[in-house]
């Protein structure tokens, strides 16, 4: 059974599983702005984004560790306490890859 697990992940497309589309925030947007509409979305994250591309994202440990600890102004630019340069998969990607990718940048997250 467990390596028809392994196969399935391995062939097994992003595309095909049910997803929420991200909350995306401009970098200049109040952490305020976006702890409210994390909240409102029932959402972790929000993906930062300029010009259509994404160049960060804003999750709860941040807001913890960057802002709250920071003890940093509700107003200030998300852009202050986001991860830059998040790593992005294509929906073409598959399953496995998005898992590896996931446990990697959890530790890396949280050696910062």
């Given at each position: 059974?467990?390596?028809d697990?392994?196969?399935t992940l391995?062939?097994e497309?992003i595309?095909?599983l049910?997803?929420?589309?991200?909350l995306?925030?401009g970098?200049k947007t109040?952490?305020?702005?976006?702890?409210?509409?994390?909240k409102?979305?029932?959402?972790g994250?929000?993906?930062?984004?300029?010009?259509?591309?994404?160049?960060g994202?804003?999750t709860?440990?941040?807001?913890?560790?960057?802002f709250?600890s920071?003890n940093?102004d509700?107003?200030?630019p998300?852009?202050?306490?986001?991860?830059?340069?998040?790593?992005?998969?294509?929906?073409?990607?598959?399953?496995?890859a998005?898992?590896?990718?996931?446990s990697?940048?959890?530790?890396?997250?949280?050696e910062?």
């Amino acid at each position: 059974m467990k390596k028809d697990l392994g196969k399935t992940l391995k062939q097994e497309k992003i595309q095909s599983l049910r997803y929420n589309p991200p909350l995306l925030v401009g970098k200049k947007t109040p952490v305020e702005k976006v702890i409210r509409e994390m909240k409102r979305a029932k959402v972790g994250c929000a993906l930062i984004e300029e010009e259509g591309k994404p160049v960060g994202i804003c999750t709860e440990r941040d807001i913890l560790t960057r802002f709250v600890s920071k003890n940093l102004d509700s107003k200030s630019p998300v852009q202050e306490i986001m991860t830059p340069e998040p790593r992005c998969l294509k929906l073409t990607n598959s399953v496995a890859a998005a898992i590896r990718l996931g446990s990697a940048t959890t530790r890396l997250h949280r050696e910062q």
